[in-house]
């Protein structure tokens, strides 16, 4: 049986519920999804597809009066299988069809022909070679794929909501925020009425979110669209927000915004500059990178360091810092 973690207190809110499952040994630390309103209500993200997580989220419910039969709406805040994999399950228990949505640029994360195509296809291996990846460390991220797979129910009847769209309800009024990076449909919700940003993995505490590489760019309506760019344009979007909290989709809540977005653009600035200097000493693939930029990578997690690295060389790029010198297999760069 799951239970709340002593070390991530939430701060106690009239109508907003915190349902915060911990990840023990994961670098998210939690998943937290939010049940807002005084009932019917929504429910901000779902959670992963793990074993105690249904049983843990409903137990939560009924602690503050509610179960799955009142949950009104659930609203993605983007595509990846953490943040919608119980819906169907939730639909199933809940006993009838409950509306979901989702920002229209990541609605194709979640549909099944997306998992029908499966992740790994010829796009990713493809950039794979192009960042000169080893088989072995090639066949870790397969495995990794595999294992995500299993952790959601592909969702296929949901709803579109754009930037601006206003959901209401007794005790709540959220605004969404288009905040493309973490994906081109990466989304937070502003409730106003007491001033709390639900960020999901647009904001994190603990961790700099990762804007991901898009691989399969088919998919994209923005066909030049660059994730780490737009990350920092979406920051931009929040400098006025007033927010007493945020409450992130992993990890502790947050009293000072514009302290984490400064953080954020630090960090990225000297992470792009830790890459410049990276190049500096010799062209290398992508892959043979890794060790000057991070100083520690996950097992598995070679695909998220390549990515990380090519956002930050796509903006030296533009900056004229850097410079193609090799077009591949493997790509390469030189620092100017």
């Known amino acids: 049986m799951m239970s709340t973690n002593p070390f991530l207190p939430f701060p106690e809110v009239e109508d907003v519920l915190p349902i915060v499952i911990p990840l023990p040994g994961s670098d998210l630390v939690t998943l937290n999804i939010y049940a807002v309103g005084a009932g019917p209500i929504t429910l901000i993200d779902t959670g992963l597809k793990i074993p105690g997580a249904l049983e843990y989220i409903r137990q939560r419910l009924r602690s503050a009066g509610f179960d799955l039969g ?151 309506r923005d066909p030049n669209y660059r994730s780490l760019k737009t990350y920092l344009l979406s920051l931009d979007k929040l400098r006025d927000v007033e927010a007493r909290f945020v409450f992130p989709g992993h990890g502790e809540y947050i009293e000072d915004l514009p302290g984490i977005v400064a953080g954020y653009v630090v960090h990225h600035r000297e992470r792009m500059d830790s890459v410049w200097q990276a190049l500096r000493k010799e062209s290398r693939p992508l892959y043979q990178l890794i060790g000057d930029v991070f100083p520690f990578v996950p097992e598995g997690d070679a695909f998220l360091a390549i990515s990380e690295l090519l956002v930050h060389i796509e ?15 493997p790509i390469m760069f030189k620092a100017m």
């Open 70 to 220: 009142d949950i009104e709406r659930i609203i993605v805040t983007h595509g990846h299988q953490d943040h919608f994999g119980l819906t169907v399950a939730m639909r199933k228990e809940a006993g009838r069809h409950i509306p979901c949505f989702i920002h229209e640029d990541d609605r194709w994360r979640v549909a099944s022909e997306n998992y029908q195509e499966g992740f790994w296809t010829g796009e990713m291996a493809h950039f794979m070679a192009m960042a000169d990846m080893p088989q072995t460390e090639v066949q870790k991220v397969k495995d990794r794929f595999v294992f995500l797979r299993e952790l959601c129910d592909p969702l296929d009847e949901v709803s579109v909501m754009r930037d601006g769209d206003v959901f209401t309800g007794d005790g709540y009024h959220l605004t969404v925020i288009h905040t493309p990076g973490h994906t081109t449909g990466n989304c937070c919700l502003y409730e106003s009425r007491r001033c709390i940003l639900f960020s999901g993995d647009h904001i994190i505490k603990h961790i700099t979110p990762n804007p991901l590489m898009e691989i399969k760019r088919t998919y994209l």
């Open 315 to 329: 903006i030296l790029l533009e900056e004229g810092r850097v410079e193609l010198v090799d077009s591949g297999p």
